[in-house]
């Protein structure tokens, strides 16, 4: 583990998830349309200046969620795994536990809850990152969970305010 | 690994799913509604001695799969899991990987594949069950898999003829 946990204490330290909340001044209908459909998500889902060239959106409980990431320097990261639920407008959510046709994956890393609440008129945007161990939460964390997903949903908030 | 497991070669000794299938002369709602209902689960899940005196079952993909198995001298297990997938008459695909609202098991084991096919006026039934480590496939069977889910199936079978 890294040394930065070390002075973890109490539940955090033995925390299997990381948490991101924003309230965001666009429609919920606007976030979830950003998030399912795939000439959307492709111009958020990574920090710039990465991109995701291709992206691959099967939406249903077992469906295909696949995305490309591509670096600066050229290089490619291929994510695949499967929506486990989904419901238009409020939630989704998704795993790289599996593959479709339900073949566990050998290494199962994430289970990500994203879901969206009317709040005053805006909304609350929480994604709510699971891990199946605490040492895979320290791992996500370490290889900067808050820094990318914060970047990746400033891009977020900043197209869904023009949908 | 059990000595067992060593004279096992190729696809086999590295496989991570475990498989039965049979041809059922039953219909496949029958085999369907005996996975389904309470009352039917209860009656073949485990085999005789064992039983299932409470089970619960919310049939959507998230919902908990709950069953409490009684052993002959008392013993008590409680196994909670979720449905990933429901397509009725057809199939019923369920894992001990999660709790409802999707957080992780710690100790994911398996992961079960249960299918219905109309073969020439009976139904093929198979259970595939996956594993998300060989380590974990080959504890499985040497804690007697097919015997337990064979004898499971020739209740269930028996059951699903008087439907």
Redesign the interface.
């Known amino acids: 583990m890294p040394q930065t946990t070390q002075t973890e204490t109490g539940l955090a330290g033995e925390s299997?998830e990381l948490v991101l909340t924003r309230l965001i001044d666009a429609p919920r209908e606007a976030l979830f349309r950003a998030w399912t459909e795939v000439g959307l998500l492709k111009q958020w889902f990574t920090p710039r200046p990465w991109t995701v060239p291709f992206a691959e959106l099967d939406l249903k409980?077992?469906g295909l969620f696949h995305t490309q990431m591509r670096g600066p320097e050229g290089e490619k990261f291929d994510n695949r795994g499967v929506f486990?639920?989904i419901v238009p407008g409020e939630k989704v959510?998704f795993t790289d536990?599996?593959v479709p046709?339900?073949?566990?994956?050998?290494k199962?890393f994430i289970?990500a809850?994203i879901t969206f609440e009317e709040e005053g008129g805006k909304t609350r945007y929480t994604a709510r990152v699971?891990?199946?161990?605490v040492e895979d939460r320290v791992r996500h964390e370490a290889m900067g969970f808050h820094d990318g997903w914060g970047k990746a949903t400033d891009q977020l908030e900043a197209l869904a305010k023009t949908l």
């Not at 046709?101 to 050998?106: I, K, L, T």
């Not at 699971?130 to 161990?133: G, I, L, N, R, S």
């Open positions: 299997r409980p077992g486990l639920e959510v536990a599996y046709g339900w073949e566990p994956a050998e199962p289970t809850i699971w891990h199946f161990t």
